[in-house]
């Protein structure tokens, strides 16, 4: 067994107008490590005074804050950048330690977020407004894309590293202040970015963290001051957070859960396409929302299911800080219920179970919260493991004769997050692309999250708001178009009489 690298028992702070404090709730939630059970640190369930006072110090920020040049602004992204790169391994470790993923998965997580301070760096490029010279005598129109107030992010478990980094850093970099909510099963690894935004100079009261679940969500979401909420997570938390946010008149963009289909055609490159099904479905144990949750076998495809599962008995299920480790623990017990569950009722409902993770053991881990590579064939879209997001390593197969019903099948699902597609022929790859309703779609790429000068998109039952998080759709989301119409005169203008008409130009 490799040894654990101790993390300090630690309780998550407030971050308050620039001082990391420690709440003075009553209620607390304890961190616990999902391979071990051990408590790891504490969080607070912030009281509505704490809230308050975070939305306020953002609320006398922004005046200087919107005021400070964008250069200077870009100037604490590049620094932040790069001491997020300095710190990324003793980050990750926190990271794994209290979310459960492997080391090498956790400095992925970190990756993709920083990337997105990679961008921030540059986003004078992104924020620029529009001129037209002259369009009636004398007269010039333009826009200015100025930042919002105080905006509030509110993030999920699954990665505490990449969803507040999509967050915070792009927000605040075209000058607004923010309100940072972060996961509180696991805090640590997003307080460590925020410490170090601090450092990298980010003005006091700029970025504020309060923590807690619903009742802090509500104050964010019902508070007059805050204009804007970008949220992941679920569905359901998801949409109660847009309706609500909402009706106080606020800018929401809730980015939520997620079935993500992968179609293998016939002619597709055998290997390499297993290879990719089992790491899309298997890796992070399933606990991404683009986790790859049903394969769509097209024609004689399907005689490859059984290689498939060879292939996925193959993968090492233990602690995410154990060398080799394909698979580490869920999120928490009451997670992996939820995943039995739904694969007890896989069984019932008449699917063949191909491969049961049910009652996989870890030695030195026996209390961590595993579940094995499952992979169910004979499955239907009216089965509970079809139709609800289990967040888990399990795979359903589906059996269709043509790409045509494939597409149907997918586009019938509810959620339209991610989507992939195994071919070699450009036709079938066009046609598809052309068809299917789905925000993110890969072509031979199993998880395609678009890099950060692109957005991450969604459609249908996974995300609510036009605008997604990161890239130029993202600047939108956090700035107000202003439109400017303006006439210089000359002293050789005539002077003109009073007009009541609209003007003719
Ligand atoms: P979750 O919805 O339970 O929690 C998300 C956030 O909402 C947390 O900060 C939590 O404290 C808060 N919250 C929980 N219950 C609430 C309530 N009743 N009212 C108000 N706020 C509440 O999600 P999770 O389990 O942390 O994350 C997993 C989910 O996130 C999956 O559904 C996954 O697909 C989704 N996800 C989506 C994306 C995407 O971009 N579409 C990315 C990552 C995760």
């Known amino acids: 067994m490799n040894t654990i690298q101790k993390i300090e028992l630690e309780t998550a702070k407030l971050l308050i107008n620039g001082n990391f404090i420690e709440s003075e709730t009553q209620e607390w939630q304890d961190i616990i490590n999902p391979a071990t059970q051990e408590v790891i640190g504490r969080v607070p369930f912030a009281t509505v005074e704490e809230v308050d006072a975070a939305i306020q110090a953002a609320q006398d920020a922004f005046a200087s804050w919107r005021q400070t040049p964008i250069q200077a602004r870009m100037r604490i992204m590049l620094k932040l950048q790069d001491l997020i790169r300095a710190n990324m391994k003793e980050i990750a470790q926190v990271l794994t330690a209290e979310q459960g993923k492997t080391l090498a998965d956790a400095e992925g997580d970190i990756q993709r977020g920083l990337e997105v301070v990679e961008h921030a760096c540059s986003v004078g490029t992104l924020q620029m407004g529009e001129y037209v010279e002259g369009v009636a005598r004398?007269?010039?129109?333009?826009?200015?894309?100025?930042?919002?107030?105080?905006?509030?992010?509110?993030?999920?478990?699954?990665?505490?590293?990449?969803?507040?980094?999509?967050?915070?850093?792009?927000?605040?970099?075209?000058?607004?202040?923010?309100?940072?909510?972060?996961?509180?099963?696991?805090?640590?690894?997003?307080?460590?970015?925020?410490?170090?935004?601090?450092?990298?100079?980010?003005?006091?009261?700029?970025?504020?963290?309060?923590?807690?679940?619903?009742?802090?969500?509500?104050?964010?979401?019902?508070?007059?001051?805050?204009?804007?909420?970008?949220?992941?997570?679920?569905?359901?938390?998801?949409?109660?957070?847009?309706?609500?946010?909402?009706?106080?008149?606020?800018r929401v963009q809730s980015m939520m859960g997620a079935k993500n289909h992968v179609v293998v055609m016939p002619d597709a490159n055998k290997e390499q396409t297993l290879n990719a099904l089992v790491g899309a479905a298997f890796g992070a144990a399933g606990q991404r929302c683009m986790a790859l949750s049903v394969a769509v076998m097209v024609g004689d495809s399907k005689q490859w299911i059984q290689e498939l599962v060879e292939k996925a008995k193959t993968l090492k299920v233990n602690a995410g800080h154990e060398p080799n480790t394909d698979i580490g623990p869920v999120i928490s017990k009451r997670a992996k219920a939820r995943v039995l569950d739904l694969i007890n009722s896989g069984v019932e409902q008449g699917a063949e179970l191909l491969l049961d993770?049910?009652?996989?053991?870890?030695?030195?881990?026996?209390?961590?919260?595993?579940?094995?590579?499952?992979?169910?064939?004979?499955?239907?879209?009216?089965?509970?493991?079809?139709?609800?997001?289990?967040?888990?390593?399990?795979?359903?197969?589906?059996?269709?004769?043509?790409?045509?019903?494939?597409?149907?099948?997918?586009?019938?699902?509810?959620?339209?997050?991610?989507?992939?597609?195994?071919?070699?022929?450009?036709?079938?790859?066009?046609?598809?692309?052309?068809?299917?309703?789905?925000?993110?779609?890969?072509?031979?790429?199993?998880?395609?999250?678009?890099?950060?000068?692109?957005?991450?998109?969604?459609?249908?039952?996974?995300?609510?708001?036009?605008?997604?998080?990161?890239?130029?759709?993202?600047?939108?989301?956090?700035?107000?178009?202003?439109?400017?119409?303006?006439?210089?005169?000359?002293?050789?203008?005539?002077?003109?009489?009073?007009?009541?008409?609209?003007?003719?130009?």
Request: net charge negative.
């Open 357 to 505: 993770g049910r009652d996989v053991q870890v030695q030195g881990y026996e209390s961590g919260n595993f579940v094995g590579a499952t992979i169910f064939s004979g499955v239907n879209t009216d089965m509970r493991i079809y139709k609800e997001e289990i967040f888990g390593p399990v795979l359903s197969i589906i059996c269709v004769d043509t790409l045509d019903e494939a597409i149907a099948l997918i586009n019938a699902n509810p959620f339209g997050n991610g989507v992939g597609l195994f071919t070699q022929s450009g036709a079938i790859a066009r046609t598809f692309q052309n068809l299917i309703d789905i925000g993110q779609v890969g072509i031979n790429i199993p998880i395609p999250v678009p890099v950060p000068f692109f957005s991450f998109t969604g459609s249908r039952g996974s995300k609510l708001g036009d605008l997604g998080p990161y890239g130029k759709q993202a600047v939108q989301f956090y700035t107000q178009t202003k439109t400017i119409t303006s006439r210089w005169f000359e002293d050789s203008h005539e002077v003109g009489g009073v007009n009541t008409t609209i003007s003719l130009r």
């Open 138 to 250: 004398g007269v010039d129109t333009y826009t200015l894309q100025q930042p919002l107030g105080v905006c509030a992010g509110i993030t999920p478990f699954n990665f505490p590293a990449m969803i507040p980094l999509w967050m915070f850093p792009m927000a605040i970099v075209c000058g607004n202040t923010f309100v940072l909510k972060p996961s509180e099963q696991d805090p640590l690894s997003t307080m460590m970015l925020v410490e170090l935004a601090i450092q990298a100079g980010v003005p006091a009261g700029v970025l504020n963290v309060v923590h807690g679940g619903k009742e802090v969500v509500d104050r964010l979401c019902t508070h007059k001051d805050i204009k804007a909420i970008s949220f992941v997570g679920s569905t359901a938390v998801g949409t109660h957070v847009y309706n609500l946010a909402g009706q106080h008149g606020k």
